[in-house]
């Protein structure tokens, strides 16, 4: 977080839950770190289960910390010793199911955060949002006369008008549907950056993490494992397990060659990152679906296992003389039976590997 200011800052944290036993406990966030930048977006991305909107409640202020402490602007709002109540830690925070006042109208849920204003000032900041996310025409309107998109940006301008540091918002668009998902991320994402607003947001689905965030943060078992931009996750994994949770690849054999290289199956492919091997080594070498590519030209041939229809392009199964399988991406006019033996070659720039 080199020039731009440390909004949000966690630092070892620890969250837990009595067990239901009624002695003892679960730890839910075990030792869980992370810097969000004023202005920022950021997403914490991982299986159900695994914390995410623990951290969540943690930074509004809803579960007092085990150990470890949260700071929002430098300031500890959170740690054994210390808990700011969820009112004065300026965190909006946008629930899973939107949870909008289903008898008040658009503006009087949006108005229902401004209480500290004079009432004709409430309406105007109100309108002024409801303006932001394009929804002034719907005012009037109750939460039920809304489409799940629409609720959605009331949530998002009801969390806003108050102003907040930050806002946190819970799998925003898990009870939407799948084909409007990635373009509200899209849209999201732009209100959010229009109006300079720092947000960390969970969900388990990938590619809204990386339609919307800047900086992504794989979780298991209570811990961040990499916190990184979409783009360093896809191409530098830190280790296998995020290699397997990012994106789609497999796992296939290589040994480290001098000059940087690595000798597998299909061909010879430079390494860019600092790898620790020995020339001779044995690694394992991480290939996506976008690695390698059908030439109908080259030599080097695999037989399709599995193909699955995409619209733009096909996935492709494919079996190497080895038996190994792997994924290509292929433009869907190249249309081959399964059993067939296509043409393949190497297109890899960001060659990951680990050894076992
Ligand atoms: P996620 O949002 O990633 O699905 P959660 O933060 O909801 O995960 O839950 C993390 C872990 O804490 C889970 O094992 C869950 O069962 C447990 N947990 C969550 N909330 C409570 C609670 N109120 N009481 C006890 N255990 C809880
Ligand atoms: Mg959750």
């Not at 949002?129 to 489409?147: F, I, N, Q």
Request: hydrophobic content about 40%; aromatic content about 6%; glycine content about 8%.
């Amino acid at each position: 977080m080199n020039s731009a200011r440390t909004l949000l800052s966690i630092k070892q944290l620890e969250i837990v839950y009595p067990s239901q036993e009624g002695h003892g406990y679960n730890t839910a966030v075990n030792g869980l770190n992370l810097d969000l930048a004023q202005g920022e977006i950021g997403c914490l991305l991982g299986s159900s289960g695994c914390g995410k909107s623990t951290v969540l409640r943690a930074i509004c202020g809803f579960e007092p910390a085990h150990s470890g402490e949260i700071l929002l602007r430098d300031k500890v709002v959170s740690s054994p010793s210390l808990h700011i109540p969820p009112n004065q830690r300026r965190v909006g925070m946008v629930f899973q199911d939107f949870a909008l006042f289903p008898h008040l109208t658009v503006l009087e849920n949006i108005a229902f955060g401004l209480q500290h204003l004079p009432h004709q000032e409430r309406d105007t900041v109100a309108k002024e949002w409801l303006k932001r996310v394009s929804l002034l025409d719907k005012a009037g309107s109750y939460p039920h006369e809304l489409s799940g998109g629409q609720q959605q940006r009331v949530a998002l301008a009801r969390a806003m008008a108050p102003e907040p540091d930050l806002i946190l918002l819970d799998e925003p668009f898990s009870s939407l549907d799948v084909d409007l998902r990635e373009r509200l991320a899209v849209e999201m994402r732009e209100i959010l950056k229009a109006n300079n607003i720092t947000a960390l947001l969970v969900t388990h689905d990938q590619l809204e993490a990386f339609a919307i965030a800047d900086r992504v943060g794989v979780m298991s078992d209570g811990k961040v494992l990499q916190w990184d931009s979409p783009y360093e996750l896809y191409h530098k994994p830190m280790n296998r397990y995020i290699a397997d949770f990012i994106g789609r690849g497999v796992f296939v054999k290589g040994f480290i060659q001098a000059g940087d290289k690595v000798q597998i199956e299909l061909g010879t492919l430079e390494l860019d990152q600092e790898h620790d091997g020995q020339v001779g080594d044995e690694v394992n070498v991480l290939l996506r679906e976008d690695d390698i590519q059908h030439d109908d030209n080259s030599p080097t041939q695999a037989e399709v296992v599995r193909k699955t229809f995409r619209g733009a392009d096909f996935l492709y199964t494919l079996r190497l003389k080895s038996g190994v399988e792997v994924f290509a991406l292929v433009p869907s006019h190249h249309d081959h039976a399964i059993g067939e033996k296509i043409g393949i070659c190497l297109a890899a720039d960001h060659v990951v590997t680990f050894k076992d």
